[in-house]
């Protein structure tokens, strides 16, 4: 089991002030966070045509800098430089370690290639990017247009649509130049939207592409590939202090923005956080609760919002009636991807919604609910869940429930924080992780009680104590100590050890924990003592 080590009491300095007024029905939210970040890499400036697509590929880990902080975007792109990005973009990092990289590469490739990237190069030639017996890769030449764009068509699955487009003629001024073997993988590239002809009419299909245009042709071909679960598209339904809750197919997501956020416009230039608003329809890109790159999609794709009093809700036809501030009366509906949510994201039915209470419909553009965010409610109650982020300089707690659905509560410096055995407890007590019950007035918290400690955690941290014999293992992560007692099933995986035991673990090891209901299920390794002691 797990055992808390106490740590010493930190005075609360700080106090948030979060006000929500509600008059002749308009919302006034407070919305204040620091200005949005500028580019990462010094040559590339706030201005750059590219700068977009090469933030969010940089996050995603496609494309990275150089040691001098620098993009180099008008750099050249080799075909290795090309083929490992295209493969990086397909986000299958799991298929990709899976990989028997004991088989022959039966490409020429560096050394440092086949060392370093094996598996890589094995996945590309597996899922058909490049054909070893076409004979047209050559791993130090440029990557032309033509040759990336076959690599782009391959890359979302398109092989076989581009052999049927072979015999069409592109509409460029150049198609002249284009490779017979290229033209199916050119109409597929501009069918798809993968590539765009310049000003001139022009293809340019034998021009070497560039390090920012390979980012731009990389980006476009997101809407056809199985990305991870960290890359949202959804609609803006509160702002609230650093706090950015949006709905995803019905469901209610509560984020939060940084100094650090890469935010763009539907202009594609950086903005400030205090340019979003509701109802804006936006990409995300996040790391647990953390908004790394929001991007605000093309105005016109914006909903419509209606804010009002409830008149009536008739279940059976799934409508409900409201009237805004000057008295006109609205009708909508709304269906299984509809969500209704409170300002802390806490979801009711809508068959519950009472008469009189102030609302905020969010409609698509056939006036169907996207989302309905309750304003007045002083409901008082009482839930469980597992604290999935603590965000201290804004006094906000967000839990995730058995459903996996998260809510956002506030704090102020009167909640009573319960934690057995403990005198004086408070919220510093408490941990991502822990599950804890919460008595809630509206969207604040009143008082929290810590019900076990640690049921849900992803820990990093270094090896203190390691005792095999009692299965005592103690990790110092982020200067707090955790204890655990490793169960016989525990996973321990230590990459170069087939079936590794505990006591292979050594003292000063770095690892991975997965803790799930408060037992520790997984052990990862990832710098093992034993092996670089072999």
């Not at 597929?188 to 021009?207: H, R, V």
Request: with cysteine.
């Amino acid at each position: 089991m797990f055992n808390r080590i106490p740590l010493k009491k930190v005075a609360q300095f700080c106090c948030l002030i979060f006000m929500l007024s509600v008059l002749n029905f308009s919302i006034n939210i407070p919305w204040t966070i620091a200005a949005g970040v500028s580019s990462t890499f010094q040559d590339v400036p706030d201005s750059h045509w590219a700068l977009k697509n090469i933030t969010k590929l940089n996050i995603r880990d496609v494309i990275t800098g150089y040691g001098d902080g620098s993009f180099q975007p008008n750099r050249q792109v080799s075909q290795l430089e090309a083929l490992l990005m295209a493969v990086r973009n397909m986000g299958q990092e799991e298929m990709i370690a899976a990989v028997d990289d004991t088989r022959t590469l039966t490409i020429s490739v560096p050394d440092w290639a086949t060392t370093k990237y094996k598996k890589e190069l094995l996945y590309a030639i597996q899922q058909g990017l490049i054909v070893p017996s076409e004979n047209n890769f050559n791993a130090s030449a440029q990557a032309s247009r033509a040759w990336i764009t076959q690599l782009m068509v391959r890359m979302i699955g398109k092989d076989a649509e581009a052999a049927e487009l072979a015999n069409q003629t592109p509409n460029f001024s150049d198609f002249a130049d284009i490779p017979r073997w290229a033209l199916g993988y050119v109409n597929a590239g501009i069918k798809y939207s993968l590539i765009a002809g310049f000003p001139d009419n022009t293809m340019k299909p034998l021009q070497a592409v560039t390090r920012a245009q390979a980012a731009t042709m990389l980006n476009n071909s997101e809407p056809y590939l199985s990305l991870s679960g960290r890359i949202i598209e959804g609609t803006i339904i509160n702002l609230a202090g650093s706090t950015v809750t949006v709905s995803v197919n019905g469901a209610a997501n509560s984020l939060y923005i940084s100094d650090q956020t890469a935010i763009f416009g539907a202009d594609s230039a950086l903005i400030d956080a205090s340019e979003l608003s509701i109802n804006d329809r936006v990409e995300l890109i996040f790391h647990d609760s953390q908004i790394q790159y929001l991007a605000v999609l093309d105005e016109s794709s914006a909903s419509n919002s209606i804010i009002g009093t409830v008149l009536h809700t008739i279940s059976a036809q799934n409508l409900i009636v409201i009237k805004d501030s000057q008295d006109k009366v609205y009708s909508s509906t709304w269906d299984s991807t509809s969500s209704c949510i409170d300002q802390a994201g806490r979801s009711y039915d809508f068959d519950n919604i009472l008469p009189e209470t102030q609302v905020q419909l969010t409609l698509s553009p056939r006036g169907v609910i996207i989302t309905m965010v309750v304003y007045n409610t002083n409901e008082i109650g009482v839930y469980n869940g597992i604290i999935y982020d603590l965000v201290t300089e804004q006094q906000l707690i967000i839990l995730k429930d058995s459903t996996d659905h998260f809510s956002s509560y506030l704090y102020g410096s009167d909640l009573v924080v319960i934690v057995s055995g403990m005198r004086f407890p408070s919220i510093s007590d408490l941990q991502v992780g822990d599950e804890v019950q919460v008595s809630t007035n509206g969207s604040y918290i009143n008082k929290i009680e810590l019900l076990n400690a640690k049921q849900e955690l992803t820990l990093t941290g270094k090896v203190v104590i390691i005792e095999p014999e009692t299965r005592i293992l103690v990790v110092n992560a982020q200067n707090t100590l955790y204890t655990f007692s490793a169960e016989e099933d525990v996973i321990i995986t230590i990459p170069g050890l087939t079936d590794p035991l505990l006591a292979d673990i050594m003292k000063d090891d770095q690892v991975d924990l997965i803790i799930e209901e408060g037992v520790l299920k997984e052990i990862t390794v990832f710098n093992s003592s034993v092996l670089s002691s072999t």
